[in-house]
């Protein structure tokens, strides 16, 4: 089991490292075989096809960011500076990404740029799910009704200022932290 993980990330870094230097359009499943040393086949068997691979991969690089999303909030007693530190990581995160920017503004972006938006279901649901039972791991004084609530917000929320960043992550950190503090009263700080 540990060899068929083993060669799917080895796959899924191959892709990441192909897209962000050629764009998805460019990239074909015989390259990223080749970029592992296996058969085209063996790409085809791990994924199915090149839509399946390019939403393997973002659901992976969401893994990672909730990851680190529950570190941040660990770090902090309240949620309100849970809230900022979390959000201000993501944001500040997906505009140093290089793979984010490929699939955002890169060459043939627009074929990926479903997997953030109109497609994103994945990734927003997976999201919602482990912050709503982090914060509730970790605040479990606060409404659950309302925990879940404020995570569908602050994820879409966040979600669409990493597609169109217009203000400083900070600035929507503090707001979006604000909204919970509020939304929440005493029980957020």
């Known amino acids: 089991m ?35 040393g296996v058969s085209r086949q ?25 990851d680190a999303v529950d570190e941040a909030m660990t770090r902090h007693d309240d949620l309100y500076s849970a809230v900022a530190d979390a959000v201000s990581y993501t944001l500040t995160t997906a505009a140093d990404d290089p793979l984010k920017k490929a699939i955002l503004t890169g060459a043939g972006s627009e074929d990926l740029l479903p997997l953030m938006t109109t497609r994103a279901e994945p990734v927003l649901f997976a999201a919602k799910k482990r912050i709503i039972a982090h914060t509730l791991r970790q605040w479990p004084q606060a409404d659950e009704d309302a925990v879940v609530e404020l995570v569908d917000m602050v994820v879409r929320l ?32």
Do not use: C
């Open 2 to 36: 540990q060899q068929r993980r083993t060669l799917r990330d080895d796959l899924l870094d191959a892709a990441a490292a192909l897209i962000i230097e050629r764009g998805f359009r460019r990239v074909r499943m015989q390259d990223v075989a080749d970029a592992v």
């Open 42 to 66: 063996t790409v085809y068997n791990e994924f199915g096809d090149k839509w399946r691979l390019a939403e393997a991969l973002n659901l992976r690089e969401n893994e990672r960011y909730l």
């Open 158 to 189: 966040t979600m669409s200022h990493v597609v169109l960043p217009m203000e400083p992550p900070e600035t929507v950190a503090t707001r979006l932290a604000r909204l919970v503090a509020r939304y929440l009263g005493d029980t957020a700080r």
